[in-house]
Structure formats: C-alpha cells, structure tokens
C-alpha cells in the first residue's frame, strides 16, 4: 500500500513562509512525477508546482519567483519552500505522486492535505 503524506502547513502572516513536506511511503519501485495542488474554499483544485524525477520543474504564474518546488529521491520525500505569502495563496495543499509499486502497476496517489491560512 503507498501513502503520501503532507505536512508544514499553518497559519503565518502575509509575506511569511511556511516549507511545506510530502513524504511517500509503501511497497514502491519508483517515483516519477510529483506535484503540489492548492485548493482555496469554493475553488477547483489547481496545480502550484510540479517536479520530474530528474528534477525538471514548473511552476503556476501566480507563484512563480515566490514559491520552489524540490525533491528528495532518495527518501521519497518533495518539498514546497513558499515564501512571500499572500492572502490568496490560502489553501489547502495537496502533494499527488505518479508511483510505480513493487508489482510494475503505475498509479497517480494523493496526500490528505494541509492547510495554509494566510492573516493579514
């Protein structure tokens, strides 16, 4: 079973940081692409940042010179450094993972979240 798990989220002041952690765990062979996805109150789910597993990156415009997505292959683990928060960058955030389990089956996992509040 893989699991992904976020955390690094809370409540910080407009133009604070918060390094935000996802971790995968399970019985994985591989793990390719990796994402962060925001999801604001009433909002579709929108893709932040997402990383290769050769290290390739992309970023939302909204965040672009704020934000720096990384990764970690050798523990299975990516990151999302968020400095100069706004008000709008309040969310929940999720990471997503494209897994390769023991058994070849590649599939797409989800974390449960973490919040980001934003006070002005």
């Known amino acids: 079973q893989v699991q992904l798990v976020e955390s690094g989220g809370g409540l910080v002041q407009t133009g604070g940081s918060l390094r935000l952690s996802c971790a995968v765990s399970?019985?994985?062979?591989?793990?390719?692409?990796m994402a962060w996805y925001a999801q604001a109150p009433g909002k579709w789910r929108e893709l932040v940042a997402s990383?290769?597993?050769?290290?390739?990156?992309d970023y939302a415009d909204s965040v672009k010179g704020r934000f720096t997505i990384s990764r970690d292959n050798a523990k299975k683990a990516m990151y999302l450094q968020t400095n100069s928060l706004k008000s709008e960058d309040a969310a929940v955030y999720y990471c997503?993972?494209?897994?390769?389990?023991?058994?070849?089956?590649?599939?797409?996992?989800w974390g449960q979240g973490t919040q980001v509040i934003v006070s002005s």
């Open positions: 990383i290769t597993s050769d290290g390739v990156t």
């Open positions: 997503n993972a494209e897994v390769i389990s023991n058994w070849g089956i590649e599939r797409l996992y």
């Open positions: 399970g019985s994985i062979s591989r793990v390719n692409t």
